[in-house]
C-alpha cells in the first residue's frame, strides 16, 4: 500500500504536470501550424477506430515503458477490450469527472464509468470512436511515480460528428516491475 508521503507526492506532480500540459499544448499547436515532419506510429484496425502516437518524448528507459502502456490503455479502450484496459489500473486510481465534477476513486468506481462511456463510443454505438490520437506525449519518472501529459485528439462518428481535443495528464505507480495508471485528468473540448 502507497505511503500517505508517497500519495502527496504523486497528487503534488500531478498539479506540476497539469501546468505542463497547457504549455505542451500550446507547443504541439505551433508544430502543428509550422508541420514539422514528426515520427508516428499508427495501429489500424478493422474493429476499432484508427490510434496514432505523434512524437512520444521519454526522459529514459523507464519512461519509455510508461508510454508504451499508455498507447496499450488507449489500444484496449478504443477496441472494447475493457479487461485488458483494467489490468494495466492500479486498485487505488481516480480520475476526475469534468462534467460532474467530482472525483471518482476505486478501480471498480472507475471501471464502471469507462464501462459507460465506452457504450457511447463504441463501434455499434451511438458516437463510434473514429480515430484517437496522443500528441506529444511526455513522461517524466521519478522514483516509482511518473507523470505524463499530452494532448489527445478524437473523432467520433454518429449522427452528428465531431472533433474533440483534450490536455491530458496521467499519472502512474510502479509496483515491482510493472507500471499501473493511479490517475486521470483531461477536460474534452470541441475542436
Known amino acids: 500500500m502507497r505511503s500517505e508521503l508517497g500519495k502527496k507526492i504523486a497528487y503534488t506532480l500531478a498539479l506540476i504536470a497539469c501546468s505542463s500540459s497547457i504549455q505542451l499544448a500550446n507547443a504541439a499547436e505551433s508544430l502543428e501550424s509550422n508541420k514539422v515532419e514528426s515520427k508516428q506510429c499508427t495501429s489500424v484496425d478493422d474493429k476499432s477506430c484508427k490510434i496514432s ?4 518524448h521519454a526522459c529514459c528507459a523507464e519512461s519509455e ?12 479502450y478504443s477496441s472494447g477490450n475493457l479487461k485488458t484496459y483494467e489490468e494495466y489500473l492500479d486498485e487505488s486510481c481516480t480520475t476526475f469527472d469534468e462534467s460532474t465534477h467530482k472525483l471518482i476513486a476505486g478501480k471498480n468506481n472507475v ?8 457504450e ?72
Not at 502516437?53 to 512520444?56: G, M
Not at 515503458?65 to 484496449?76: G, N, P, R, S
Not at 483534450?166 to 495508471?181: A, E, L, P, Q, R
Request: hydrophobic letters at 40%.
Open 53 to 56: 502516437c505523434v512524437d512520444p
Open 65 to 76: 515503458k510508461v508510454l508504451d502502456i499508455l498507447q496499450q490503455l488507449v489500444k484496449a
Open 111 to 118: 471501471m464502471s464509468d469507462l464501462k459507460a462511456k465506452f
Open 120 to 191: 457511447r463510443y463504441a463501434p455499434n454505438g451511438p458516437t463510434p470512436l473514429l480515430s484517437f490520437t496522443i500528441d506529444h506525449p511526455y513522461a517524466k519518472v521519478t522514483g516509482d511515480t511518473a507523470v505524463v501529459t499530452f494532448v489527445a485528439f478524437r473523432e467520433v462518428g454518429g449522427k452528428h460528428p465531431y472533433k474533440e481535443k483534450s490536455n491530458v495528464t496521467d499519472i502512474f505507480v510502479k509496483h515491482g516491475d510493472s507500471w499501473k495508471k493511479m490517475h486521470y485528468r483531461g477536460a474534452w473540448k470541441r475542436a
